[in-house]
């Protein structure tokens, strides 16, 4: 059996280590390079029952584990650490309240820091980037083929109901299954076939060199800039930088994932907010400032599972703000779904493509 990805960022490298291990022949096709999106500028936060109460609970916490479980069983360093996570505000210029305890004593003045959100047994942090691309070699050391080149359709058999083969700038890869993971950029094969629309919002970020001064804690504050109360999340890293994003926006997302921006506003108000947060938080300090497209779906849960009238043909993606907590589990569950024909550990019920209406654009 011959499986092609469309798709080299988290979830198609985690859905291409899972099905290599049912062994499988696997091809991932990538336009730009792996983790070139999301999946290389995204916080890394993770989080075991934050979705608690909602569809995505259980995938959330089986990924949980995997994160955790990870380490052991694949080669490299993608700074996998359990951390705490806590809330707090940033109170107006000019009122010195500090009731951060000791250990944020590399914050400023005036940032309350309330009650814990996480533990270390139920938050951790992963680099994203560093956590895709070794995904994705421990796929490609198990036999797994990467291309690169970009996916322009979907073949399908003489009777139109099997999707066959991945066109690649005008040559066919041929494919018994076939997995769109080309996060928001998906909404080309709802263009192509039967599937629903896909959405992006873009998030900005800075990531400051930070050394060893940092607590090991991921912050979500709440500051007010322009007269609006903003949320801005802080994510310290164990290679000694910290991750630091803001509020998202909707803006048209390019059609080459490499010409992705921040906006300049946007990015200008994170760093002044930064600023104000840290004497860290130092301009000279930038290592990058990026953006980013979470891919969206018009009810918030992902599409994991068989295209419907497509055989053949399958989706991962949508995973909006969890997308890196949720890739091994989506990886694991996807696999055993196109190679034995049902999950063992994640139902996927509620993931199912079939639920949202396909975008309907009449087919090429
Ligand atoms: C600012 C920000 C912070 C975030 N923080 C977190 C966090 O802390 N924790 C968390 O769990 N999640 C977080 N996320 C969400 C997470 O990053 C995404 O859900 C996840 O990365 C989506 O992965 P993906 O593989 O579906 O898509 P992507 O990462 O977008 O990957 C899609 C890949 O497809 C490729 N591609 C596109 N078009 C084609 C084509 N035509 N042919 C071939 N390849 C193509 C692209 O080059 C890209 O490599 C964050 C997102 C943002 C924007």
Redo the contacts with the bound molecule.
Sequence with gaps: MRVVI???????ACTAYFLRRHGVEVIV??????????????????ARDWCSGTPLDALARRSFALHARLPQEIEGDWGYRPMSAYAGHVVPDGDPRRTAPSAFDWLSDGIVIGQPLGTTETTAIVH?QKFTSAMMNAALAQGAELRF????GIGRDPHGTRAKGVEVEGSIIEADAIVI?????SL?AAIWMNMPALYG?????IVYDTGTHVSADALFLEMEIYGAVTPIEV?PRPDGSTYV?AW?DTAAFPTD?ADVKPEYNRLHNLQRMSERLSPLFRPEKIIATQ?????VTEDGLPLIGRVPQDDGLYVA?G?????????PATGEALAELIVEGATRNVDLAPFDPARLKPLNVRRR
């Design positions: 469309c798709g080299g960022g988290v979830i198609g096709v990538e336009r730009t390079e792996v983790a070139a999106a999301a999946s290389g500028k995204a916080g890394g936060f993770l994203p080149g970009r996916v322009t993971a080309m996060g928001p950029w080309l919002q873009r998030g900005p970020s994510f994003t998202p994932p953006a980013c497209f979470r891919p993606t995973h909006g703000v969890w997308g890196i907590l949720n890739a």
